[in-house]
């Protein structure tokens, strides 16, 4: 036990202290600082005027870059929305088929190996929505406006690839009547986006199982609309976010039609630092359009350097590698300590959307997402360098691999003269004694080795994702772990 004449001095000596603490003043008095915003001056601790002018222009420049990063997801969303409708003129719930170079040139970060159907609907001006999915091997989803999951279709979905009818309730929305024998869910947002990716190999089946796939408005439900479906066929639309003052735009444009969650709330009030209001004209001056203009260009840095630094935690794949898990933001954007800003904005920032199937750790099911940005010295990927990576024997995927090479600054499927953009183990590609394959990447084909090469450009940066269809548990467990870039002479 302390002493107890101990215990009393301590005592004693804390009031001394704070008897002396509570004599003098707090902090001494502010009258000049150079700060890194610039030289703030006060008179009397007021802030002068030209510091009042400093302090508001870099408190909306700071909200700016941060709106930027928070608004990553819905504005690559709207302009997508907007695209769809206006570039290729078409309407809610209508398919747009994706399987051709020329189809795939917008999409970001897309599979080059498989089928798509993609479309919208909007919860809000037509009620409830049917997704009717065929039977067969199929993986796809239902976002919300920020890309998060309202649920999996295919075989990551309830059915497991058996087929079934699906019903997408709006915001606030009840559930309807006579809805036996559809599998409910509620989105989060008025707009959603469905992708489904139709992994049938043989031509006929993936033919029947595309013409069978429908959406329509649940009032119709008795008597369906026709299916549409139509190709891009090199058309443009978008699924990036725009730059400059029409990025802000497009946030407008979008929060206006949105519900507002209270998990944002103080970003809206960020923005309306920044003449950016739910309900109200956005019409910034040239001071205020010159500001968020640059705002866009260092928020988008930013992100980038959120993005491909690789200090996100959960970014981390494996020892002894350079890639990454692309996704390393989870399904619900949140933590126990925190939402997921940071991982939220990097993923869709070089992807669109996410799904339970992307981030399955159920084996055989769904994919696996493997990023690679640098070669094994540490070097970002270079369009004038030549690489081989070699993938070993005995890939740990139920269904096939893919390798597919993407234009940095798009963030699009790579543009070259061959128009070749990914390799993958449905081709027929050359194999090692051992049962590895190497894919090369540069410039210029390596000689005898042109059936496995993938083609980059001089003067452009490239990044490259290693899919996994149906990841078995060696990938869980790291059993089996991809290797680096190596530059090459070719």
């Known amino acids: 036990m302390l002493n107890k004449k101990i215990i009393a001095a301590a005592v004693m000596s804390l009031a001394v202290t704070s008897a002396a603490s509570a004599n003098n003043e707090v902090s001494p008095k502010l009258s000049s600082l150079d700060s890194k915003i610039g030289k703030l001056e006060f008179v009397n601790e007021y802030p002068t005027e030209q510091t009042l002018q400093t302090l508001t222009d870099a408190r909306k420049y700071q909200r700016a870059t941060q709106a930027y990063i928070w608004a990553v997801p819905i504005t690559s969303m709207a302009d997508f929305i907007l695209t769809f409708k206006e570039s290729l003129n078409l309407e809610f719930g209508d398919l747009m088929r994706l399987n051709k170079p020329a189809d795939l040139k917008y999409g970001i970060t897309a599979n080059a190996t498989t089928d798509y159907v993609v479309t919208w609907v909007n919860l809000e001006t037509e009620g409830p ?3 009717d999915v065929p039977a067969g091997p ?3 989803f239902v976002v919300d406006m920020w890309q998060r999951p309202v649920m999996d279709l295919g075989i990551p979905g309830v059915n497991q690839g058996k087929g079934g009818k699906h019903l997408i309730i709006g915001p606030n929305q009840d559930v309807p009547e006579n809805t036996e024998g559809y599998h409910v869910v509620h989105s989060t947002t008025n707009h959603a986006l469905m992708i489904l990716r139709v992994l049938a190999r043989d031509p006929a089946e993936k033919e029947a199982m595309i013409a069978a796939t429908r959406l329509y408005p649940f009032a119709e439900a008795a008597n369906p609309r026709e299916q549409k479906i139509e190709h891009p066929n090199g058309r443009y639309w978008s699924t990036s976010q725009p730059r400059g003052i029409e990025y802000w735009n497009r946030l407008k444009w979008i929060i206006d039609q949105e519900p507002m969650h209270d998990r944002d709330g103080f970003m809206y009030a960020f923005l309306k630092d920044l003449g950016i209001e739910k309900g109200k004209p956005f019409t910034p001056s040239k001071k205020m359009t010159d500001m968020l203009t640059e705002a866009t260009f260092v928020g988008e840095a930013m992100t980038k350097d959120i993005d491909w630094s690789g200090n996100l935690e959960a970014g981390f794949y494996a020892d002894g590698t350079n890639w990454r898990n692309a996704i390393a933001v989870s399904t619900t954007q949140r933590q126990p300590t925190h939402f997921e800003l940071d991982e939220r904005a990097a993923w869709f920032y070089e992807a669109l959307t996410s799904s339970k199937g992307m981030k399955s750790t159920t084996p055989g099911v769904g994919s696996a997402y493997l990023g690679g940005y640098k070669d094994s010295d540490g070097e970002w990927l270079d369009g ?9 024997a005995n890939v740990p995927a139920k269904r096939f691999w893919s390798v597919t090479v993407y234009d940095n600054a798009t963030r699009y ?4 003269e061959q128009v070749i953009a990914d390799k993958s183990s449905v081709m027929d590609l050359d194999k090692n004694s051992d049962g590895s394959i190497d894919i090369y990447f540069g410039p210029k084909a390596p000689k005898g080795h042109e059936k496995n090469w993938i083609p980059t ?6 990044f490259s994702y290693f899919r996994l269809y149906g990841p078995t548990q060696e990938h869980f467990d790291r059993k089996w772990v991809l290797p680096n870039f190596e530059k090459t002479s070719h």
């Open 138 to 140: 199929s993986a796809g």
């Open 413 to 416: 499927l790579i543009q070259n």
């Open 129 to 131: 929505w049917v997704v």
């Open 384 to 392: 004038a360098q030549s690489y081989k990576l070699n993938i070993p």
């Open 457 to 462: 450009n001089p003067g452009e940066g490239w």
